[in-house]
């Protein structure tokens, strides 16, 4: 078994790509799984990439760890690249969640949104749009008919209703109460009178 860390190079423009690679055979053609790098090759054709292995590692905690080192975020700002977060088995054991990314960064992952919805034919984008369209009603329709079997749904309680349960708590500690549905814990008789049906009806 081989660790590689390679530099994927478009010969057009010159961008790179720089990642990790475990596999038993060196010449297995193997360019990248970046997002921005596959639309690239799909775009100026696989002929004009090249892969170029900079390290060769005993073991994909070594290979990882130098990944880790080059794939920085200092090398993220750079112009001439297809990478879009920093190297190393974080990125894809979900390590790096809820961390903040560079600005440049996000600014290339929308760029590689944005490319790959222009390079898409007309035909897709209406299709895609008609699809999502139809699903909004659907989900409104089924969200309006849970509504309407809610008991508390469009019903409203007078002011001398609200003015009696007022005085009827005042001075009164409320006692704590969890939903049975979803365990949120919060005041029992706000719980009781409006959590748990919606809840229930959520569910």
Sequence with gaps: MYYIIY????????????????????EDGYLGSGKILKQA???YSIENFERKILYQLNSSEEMYQKEKEIVNEEFLLRENIYNLCEGGKGAFSGAQKGKKLPVKTIKNMKLAQQTWWDNQSEEYRQERYM???????????????KKEKN??????????????WSKNRKGKKQPRGICPYCNKEGGL???????????????
Aim: net charge positive; aromatic share 14%; with cysteine.
């Design 7 to 26: 530099e994927t190079r478009n010969l057009i423009n010159d961008k790179i790509y720089v990642g990790a690679h475990q596999t038993e055979n060196l």
């Design 189 to 203: 008789w706000s719980m009781k009178n409006f959590h748990f049906e919606n809840c229930k009806f959520k569910k």
């Design 41 to 43: 090759i799909k775009k």
């Design 151 to 164: 008991p508390f749904y469009g019903k409203t309680h007078s002011d001398e209703q609200k003015a009696k």
């Design 131 to 145: 699809y999502i369209k139809t699903q909004s009603k659907k989900e409104n329709k089924k969200y309006g008919s």
